[in-house]
Protein backbone atom coordinates (compact mmCIF):
# COMPACT_ATOMS: atom_id res chain seq x y z
CA UNK A 1 0.00 0.00 0.00
CA UNK A 2 1.22 3.32 -0.74
CA UNK A 3 1.91 6.17 2.31
CA UNK A 4 4.28 8.23 3.70
CA UNK A 5 6.88 6.73 6.30
CA UNK A 6 8.65 8.85 9.11
CA UNK A 7 11.37 7.28 10.68
CA UNK A 8 12.33 7.35 13.97
CA UNK A 9 9.50 7.49 15.56
CA UNK A 10 11.71 9.01 18.75
CA UNK A 11 14.73 10.87 18.47
CA UNK A 12 16.66 12.25 21.31
CA UNK A 13 18.75 15.60 20.35
CA UNK A 14 21.38 16.98 22.94
CA UNK A 15 21.94 20.81 22.90
CA UNK A 16 23.97 21.81 20.01
CA UNK A 17 23.46 19.08 17.79
CA UNK A 18 21.69 18.86 14.52
CA UNK A 19 19.32 15.49 13.55
CA UNK A 20 17.69 14.80 10.71
CA UNK A 21 13.79 13.30 10.54
CA UNK A 22 13.32 11.32 7.87
CA UNK A 23 10.31 10.96 5.03
CA UNK A 24 9.94 8.94 2.56
CA UNK A 25 6.65 8.41 0.30
CA UNK A 26 5.03 6.20 -2.36
CA UNK A 27 2.77 7.80 -3.49
CA UNK A 28 4.34 9.69 -6.20
CA UNK A 29 2.72 12.95 -5.25
CA UNK A 30 4.88 15.94 -6.34
CA UNK A 31 4.00 18.44 -3.33
CA UNK A 32 5.34 17.55 0.72
CA UNK A 33 5.38 19.36 3.64
CA UNK A 34 6.86 19.35 7.35
CA UNK A 35 4.47 20.65 10.18
CA UNK A 36 5.92 21.00 13.88
CA UNK A 37 2.92 20.24 16.67
CA UNK A 38 2.89 21.47 20.07
CA UNK A 39 0.13 20.12 23.01
CA UNK A 40 -2.63 21.97 22.34
CA UNK A 41 -1.46 23.31 19.83
CA UNK A 42 -2.54 22.88 16.08
CA UNK A 43 -0.21 22.06 13.03
CA UNK A 44 2.23 25.08 12.22
CA UNK A 45 4.06 24.44 8.60
CA UNK A 46 7.99 24.60 8.88
CA UNK A 47 8.55 23.89 5.23
CA UNK A 48 7.06 22.47 1.57
CA UNK A 49 7.94 21.77 -1.43
CA UNK A 50 6.32 21.51 -4.40
CA UNK A 51 8.94 19.94 -6.67
CA UNK A 52 11.99 17.94 -6.71
CA UNK A 53 14.82 20.44 -6.07
CA UNK A 54 12.43 23.23 -4.95
CA UNK A 55 11.21 23.92 -1.55
CA UNK A 56 9.62 27.44 0.28
CA UNK A 57 9.75 28.58 3.82
CA UNK A 58 7.03 28.18 5.63
CA UNK A 59 5.67 29.69 9.02
CA UNK A 60 8.50 28.39 11.21
CA UNK A 61 11.32 28.09 9.04
CA UNK A 62 14.37 29.01 11.32
CA UNK A 63 16.59 26.55 12.97
CA UNK A 64 15.29 24.32 10.29
CA UNK A 65 16.92 23.19 6.61
CA UNK A 66 15.27 20.78 4.16
CA UNK A 67 16.02 19.06 0.70
CA UNK A 68 14.82 17.97 -1.92
CA UNK A 69 16.74 15.93 -4.06
CA UNK A 70 14.63 12.96 -4.80
CA UNK A 71 10.38 13.19 -5.50
CA UNK A 72 10.18 10.26 -2.88
CA UNK A 73 12.19 11.94 -0.29
CA UNK A 74 12.02 15.19 1.91
CA UNK A 75 14.24 14.81 5.02
CA UNK A 76 13.69 17.68 7.57
CA UNK A 77 17.09 18.82 9.74
CA UNK A 78 16.54 20.09 13.19
CA UNK A 79 19.34 22.13 13.49
CA UNK A 80 21.35 23.61 16.81
CA UNK A 81 19.56 27.21 15.59
CA UNK A 82 16.44 25.62 16.35
CA UNK A 83 16.08 26.70 20.15
CA UNK A 84 13.28 25.03 21.58
CA UNK A 85 12.93 21.67 19.03
CA UNK A 86 10.94 19.21 21.26
CA UNK A 87 8.08 18.67 19.47
CA UNK A 88 5.85 16.26 17.32
CA UNK A 89 6.69 16.52 14.18
CA UNK A 90 4.66 15.33 10.73
CA UNK A 91 5.36 15.04 7.03
CA UNK A 92 2.58 14.71 4.67
CA UNK A 93 2.13 14.81 1.03
CA UNK A 94 -0.74 16.32 -1.15
CA UNK A 95 -2.36 14.23 -3.71
CA UNK A 96 -4.25 15.48 -6.90
CA UNK A 97 -7.66 15.87 -4.80
CA UNK A 98 -5.37 18.48 -2.67
CA UNK A 99 -5.87 16.46 0.25
CA UNK A 100 -3.11 15.42 2.49
CA UNK A 101 -1.64 11.88 3.08
CA UNK A 102 -0.07 11.99 6.79
CA UNK A 103 3.38 9.57 8.19
CA UNK A 104 2.88 8.39 11.33
CA UNK A 105 4.99 11.23 12.76
CA UNK A 106 8.45 11.69 14.73
CA UNK A 107 8.67 12.90 18.31
CA UNK A 108 11.76 14.90 19.16
CA UNK A 109 12.79 15.35 22.51
CA UNK A 110 15.79 18.02 23.29
CA UNK A 111 18.31 15.66 26.24
CA UNK B 1 -7.06 36.22 4.46
CA UNK B 2 -8.04 32.78 4.39
CA UNK B 3 -8.69 30.98 7.71
CA UNK B 4 -10.26 28.59 9.21
CA UNK B 5 -12.20 28.61 12.50
CA UNK B 6 -13.09 25.36 15.07
CA UNK B 7 -14.81 27.06 17.75
CA UNK B 8 -15.00 24.46 20.41
CA UNK B 9 -11.05 23.45 21.98
CA UNK B 10 -12.51 20.53 23.93
CA UNK B 11 -15.79 18.52 24.02
CA UNK B 12 -16.94 16.29 26.68
CA UNK B 13 -19.97 13.82 25.45
CA UNK B 14 -21.40 10.75 26.99
CA UNK B 15 -20.62 6.93 24.85
CA UNK B 16 -23.74 6.93 22.59
CA UNK B 17 -24.64 10.28 22.65
CA UNK B 18 -24.87 12.25 19.42
CA UNK B 19 -21.40 14.56 18.19
CA UNK B 20 -21.07 17.56 16.27
CA UNK B 21 -17.49 19.37 15.76
CA UNK B 22 -18.15 23.51 13.99
CA UNK B 23 -15.61 24.26 11.24
CA UNK B 24 -16.62 27.59 10.00
CA UNK B 25 -13.85 29.07 6.87
CA UNK B 26 -13.21 32.17 5.14
CA UNK B 27 -12.31 31.83 1.77
CA UNK B 28 -12.51 33.67 -1.24
CA UNK B 29 -13.50 30.78 -4.05
CA UNK B 30 -15.42 27.91 -3.38
CA UNK B 31 -13.22 25.67 -1.16
CA UNK B 32 -12.31 21.74 -1.00
CA UNK B 33 -13.38 20.87 2.78
CA UNK B 34 -11.41 18.35 4.88
CA UNK B 35 -12.00 16.57 8.28
CA UNK B 36 -8.67 14.60 9.79
CA UNK B 37 -8.64 12.87 12.40
CA UNK B 38 -5.74 12.22 15.11
CA UNK B 39 -5.39 9.33 17.79
CA UNK B 40 -2.44 10.58 20.63
CA UNK B 41 0.89 9.83 19.23
CA UNK B 42 -0.29 9.62 15.56
CA UNK B 43 -0.68 11.06 12.23
CA UNK B 44 -3.55 12.86 11.07
CA UNK B 45 -5.47 10.59 9.16
CA UNK B 46 -8.66 11.37 6.84
CA UNK B 47 -12.04 11.25 7.80
CA UNK B 48 -13.71 12.51 4.68
CA UNK B 49 -13.91 15.55 2.32
CA UNK B 50 -16.27 17.46 0.09
CA UNK B 51 -15.10 19.15 -3.53
CA UNK B 52 -18.31 19.74 -4.90
CA UNK B 53 -21.88 18.08 -5.20
CA UNK B 54 -23.92 16.64 -2.54
CA UNK B 55 -23.80 18.84 0.17
CA UNK B 56 -23.41 15.81 2.80
CA UNK B 57 -20.91 13.98 2.90
CA UNK B 58 -20.25 10.46 4.12
CA UNK B 59 -16.98 9.80 5.75
CA UNK B 60 -15.11 6.84 7.72
CA UNK B 61 -16.15 5.59 10.99
CA UNK B 62 -19.76 6.41 10.75
CA UNK B 63 -18.72 10.04 10.27
CA UNK B 64 -20.54 12.78 8.04
CA UNK B 65 -20.27 16.03 7.22
CA UNK B 66 -22.61 18.87 5.72
CA UNK B 67 -21.26 21.93 3.94
CA UNK B 68 -23.57 25.08 4.31
CA UNK B 69 -22.07 27.64 1.74
CA UNK B 70 -24.44 30.21 3.62
CA UNK B 71 -22.84 29.64 6.93
CA UNK B 72 -19.75 29.17 5.68
CA UNK B 73 -19.64 26.23 7.68
CA UNK B 74 -18.20 22.49 7.52
CA UNK B 75 -19.41 20.56 10.38
CA UNK B 76 -18.95 17.03 11.09
CA UNK B 77 -21.73 14.85 12.77
CA UNK B 78 -21.93 11.12 14.22
CA UNK B 79 -25.55 9.84 15.68
CA UNK B 80 -23.84 7.76 18.67
CA UNK B 81 -20.07 8.11 19.53
CA UNK B 82 -18.19 5.27 20.99
CA UNK B 83 -15.02 5.41 23.52
CA UNK B 84 -12.60 4.93 20.66
CA UNK B 85 -14.04 8.12 18.73
CA UNK B 86 -11.85 10.03 21.45
CA UNK B 87 -9.09 12.33 19.25
CA UNK B 88 -8.45 15.69 18.26
CA UNK B 89 -10.39 16.13 15.00
CA UNK B 90 -8.69 18.93 12.13
CA UNK B 91 -10.92 20.59 9.99
CA UNK B 92 -9.00 21.81 6.53
CA UNK B 93 -9.59 23.94 3.62
CA UNK B 94 -7.92 23.70 0.38
CA UNK B 95 -8.64 25.27 -3.14
CA UNK B 96 -8.18 24.44 -6.83
CA UNK B 97 -4.66 25.37 -7.70
CA UNK B 98 -3.71 26.07 -4.06
CA UNK B 99 -0.75 24.21 -2.80
CA UNK B 100 -1.17 24.18 0.95
CA UNK B 101 -3.87 23.24 2.94
CA UNK B 102 -5.28 25.50 5.66
CA UNK B 103 -5.58 23.84 8.80
CA UNK B 104 -7.98 24.55 11.60
CA UNK B 105 -6.77 24.88 15.38
CA UNK B 106 -8.29 21.56 15.97
CA UNK B 107 -11.00 20.09 19.11
CA UNK B 108 -10.07 17.28 21.48
CA UNK B 109 -12.74 15.09 21.83
CA UNK B 110 -13.49 13.08 25.36
CA UNK B 111 -15.70 10.73 25.57
CA UNK B 112 -17.31 9.31 28.92
CA UNK B 113 -18.65 5.79 29.23
Known amino acids: DGGITQSPKYLFRKEGQNVTLSCEQNLNHDAMYWYRQDPGQGLRLIYYSQIVNDFQKGDIAEGYSVSREKKESFPLTVTSAQKNPTAFYLC??????????FGSGTRLTVV | AQSVTQPDIHITVSEGASLELRCNYS??????LFWYVQSPGQGLQLLLKYFSGDTLVQGIKGFEAEFKRSQSSFNLRKPSVHWSDAAEYFC???????????FGAGTRLAVHP
Open chain 1, 92 to 101: ASMGSDYGYT
Open chain 2, 27 to 32: YGATPY
Open chain 2, 92 to 102: AVGRNGYNKLI
